[in-house]
């Protein structure tokens, strides 16, 4: 089974009974509406990747012992495939995600997906769901990979049969506007350690996050920034995304050192901060220097970057017993590499690199 030449079974919902479209994607809560079909495949030993289909969104069926359950043997991948103004649907850096998942795939002993595979699944349901893109700006049609153990084996090891689907769930903006929001730098909680799972899309990663998130809530935080788990000194995330300070024309952000996720936004940042005006330095953050630096108005903008929300502009940082705001407003940076990415995002503007990939109908 090869790429372009992959035989996918389709089975597809009649017209009448698809489910009516959303009325107002801005409206529509993140991540909670589903289209109408969804890829699946299976992995078995000896028979590898098989059974590639199309088939009516739903439930799956496993067993109860299935290794993913109860282990967490699961990889996933996150992506948003966005209408140009001609109605044609872009994905943004497929084969980077397609990469990623075979990553993380190793690192939670699972085997890998070929790429062109992936990337095939993915164009064949966007084309059945075109209709679901939505063209309005800021709007998009998320696209969730994933990968699970479904062996029956409550044994701690690899699970020797896997299912690869794919979801698609139509958003408007992850943030309800592009107002900075405020976060706190957690010192309780890590998510990631050397020598851990930080760099790889698993889900125990995400669960592992959540008590923070919640406990920062409650105090009135957006989000929780992450700080190394080994001296909980050197800024590494925040909550799903990578992050950037902005001090005159240099953007700061911690390396990829082992423990932070290769995020994509944060690569095309990388990538395309020359023609922006802007150097890069990735370099090790301390959280303390960093504050001392915000209170000084040497660093004047701080933003996250993810597929999800993009660019979220981050206006107070919390940490120990203060509070510091980098601005009310979001920043002059912030806004320009928003706008840069979108553009090439939503085939607004010209594609410099060629990250915008066309699924051809
Ligand atoms: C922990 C974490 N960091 C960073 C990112 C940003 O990655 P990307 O830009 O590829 O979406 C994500 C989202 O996927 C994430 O979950």
């Known amino acids: 089974m090869k790429g372009a030449d992959m035989f996918i079974t389709k089975a597809v919902v009649p017209e009448k009974e698809r489910k009516p479209l959303y009325t107002d994607i801005m409206a529509l809560p993140f991540g909670e509406t589903f289209t109408d079909h969804m890829f699946t495949m299976e992995y078995t030993p000896g028979k590898q990747w098989h059974d590639p289909r199309i088939r009516p969104y739903g439930n799956l069926s496993l067993d109860p012992a299935a290794v993913v359950l109860h282990y967490a043997q699961e990889v996933f991948e996150g992506q948003k495939a966005y209408k140009n103004p001609d109605g044609e649907i872009l994905l943004f850096r497929p084969r980077e995600n397609a990469r990623r998942l075979n ?24 084309r059945e769901e075109a209709r679901w893109v939505p063209s309005l700006p800021g709007a998009s049609l998320y696209v969730r990979a994933a990968v699970i153990a479904t062996e029956a084996a409550i044994g701690i090891r690899a ?109 095309s940042i990388i990538e395309m901060s020359g023609d922006c005006g802007l150097t890069v330095k990735e370099e090790r953050l301390d959280a303390r ?11 004047t903008e701080a933003f996250a970057c993810g597929t999800a929300a993009v660019i979220s502009p981050i206006g107070a940082i919390a940490f120990e017993e203060r509070e510091e705001t980098v601005s009310q407003e979001t920043g002059p940076v912030t806004q320009k590499l928003y706008k840069a990415l979108t553009g090439i995002q939503y085939g607004t503007a010209p594609d410099p690199y060629d990250w915008v990939h066309k699924v051809t109908s």
């Open 159 to 267: 699970s020797r049969s896997y299912l690869f689907f794919i979801i698609c769930s139509p958003v408007g903006p992850y943030f309800k506007d592009f107002s900075p929001i405020r976060v706190r730098i957690s010192s309780t909680f890590v998510r990631a350690v050397d020598g851990g799972t930080g760099e790889a899309k698993t889900g125990g990663n995400y669960a592992a996050s959540l008590l923070a998130t919640m406990e920062a809530k409650k105090e009135g935080f957006s989000q929780v920034i992450w700080l190394d788990g080994r001296q909980r000194r050197f800024i590494e995330e925040m909550g799903g995304m990578n992050i950037f300070f902005v001090q005159g024309n240099t953007l700061l952000t911690p390396p990829l050192s082992g423990t932070i996720l290769h995020g994509i936004t944060r690569k």
């Open 289 to 299: 220097e960093v504050m001392e630096s915000i209170t000084r108005k040497e660093i």
């Open 103 to 126: 990553e993380s795939l190793k690192r939670m002993c699972m085997p890998p997906v070929p790429e062109d595979i992936f990337l095939e699944a993915e164009d064949a349901l966007l």
